[in-house]
């Protein structure tokens, strides 16, 4: 997994909304959708693991190679809402965390409520952005607890799922949960904050699905009535808890 930075030829600002994604091609190879993991400004940046033909192409290229850049596309997180909400409750498993990273520079730059971000990988070595962790808890009115599935001889942090964190923190009344990850992962989450008696639609989740165009006409990626790329990728479980197969 790397963390790259893009610039676009002929543009001041990069302009989109945490929560949004954008398709990138690797010319003579293809292209596939990713989450912007930054706040937008004069460059982007997105978290992306070697999952196929595409991302093994893009982790393949040198810094100044060219790519193919179309969007922003999809429906950002509920920010008005979110602005509105007593505490932010961020839980991010895995690969979860890049557009989270998004919403919580977002957070901090526009001076939101308090945050709590709880985070779990499968190993210390799985964790990212570490670096900018310290930095995080350091932000007024934001607490974060990390975790991992096992731990290695280093590791002096919480071991066990993201959703033991739960237990470690007191869960405010007037809280928005927003919950990237696994599908396992989104679950045991809302699974977790439905027993907590937090409504379906205070839960927001991101969805992914294979897409082609990314903007609603090629219909490849629907659940449901819901087409990810157009009505998504951001979700409450309110809008999705009827739909069979997702989690
Ligand atoms: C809104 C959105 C945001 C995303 N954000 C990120 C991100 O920030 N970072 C990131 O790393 N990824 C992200 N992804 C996931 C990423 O787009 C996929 O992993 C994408 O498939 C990678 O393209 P690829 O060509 O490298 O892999 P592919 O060649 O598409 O292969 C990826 C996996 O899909 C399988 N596969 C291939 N074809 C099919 C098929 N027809 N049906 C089912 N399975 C198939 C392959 O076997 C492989 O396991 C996001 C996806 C969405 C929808």
Redesign the pocket.
């Given at each position: 997994?790397k963390t790259f930075t893009f610039t676009v030829e002929g543009q001041e600002i990069i302009d989109y909304l945490p929560g949004q994604?954008f398709m990138l091609t690797v010319f003579g190879v293809?292209e596939?959708?990713?989450?912007f993991?930054s706040i937008a400004g004069k460059k982007f940046q997105?978290?992306?693991?070697?999952?196929?033909?595409?991302?093994?192409a893009l982790h393949k290229l040198s810094v100044g190679n060219k790519v193919g850049i179309r969007g922003p596309f999809?429906k950002p997180f509920p920010l008005e809402d979110l602005q509105k909400a007593g505490t932010i409750l961020v839980v991010a498993g895995g690969?979860g965390l890049?557009?989270l990273r998004s919403l919580i520079q977002y957070i901090h730059a526009n001076n939101f409520p308090k945050q709590v971000i709880l985070y779990g990988a499968r190993t210390p070595g799985d964790l990212i952005y570490k670096k900018q962790f310290e930095m995080w808890k350091k932000k007024l009115k934001t607490e974060m607890l990390v975790t991992v599935d096992r731990g290695d001889q280093k590791w002096k942090g919480n071991v066990g799922v993201v959703t033991t964190l739960f237990d470690k923190i007191k869960v405010p009344e007037k809280v928005k949960v927003v919950t990237i990850g696994p599908a396992i992962m989104m679950k045991f989450v809302i699974k977790k904050c439905l027993e907590l008696g937090i409504q379906p639609e205070d839960i927001i989740v991101?969805l992914?699905?294979?897409?082609t165009c990314g903007y609603g006409k090629c219909g490849n990626?629907g659940y449901g009535k819901y087409l990810?790329c157009k009505d998504g990728?951001v979700f409450s479980y309110e809008q999705i808890k009827d739909i069979k197969g997702i989690f």
């Open positions: 997994m994604f293809g596939a959708p990713f989450a993991s997105a978290t992306i693991r070697e999952a196929g033909t595409v991302t093994e999809g690969i890049p557009p991101s992914e699905n294979r897409m990626c990810v990728p």
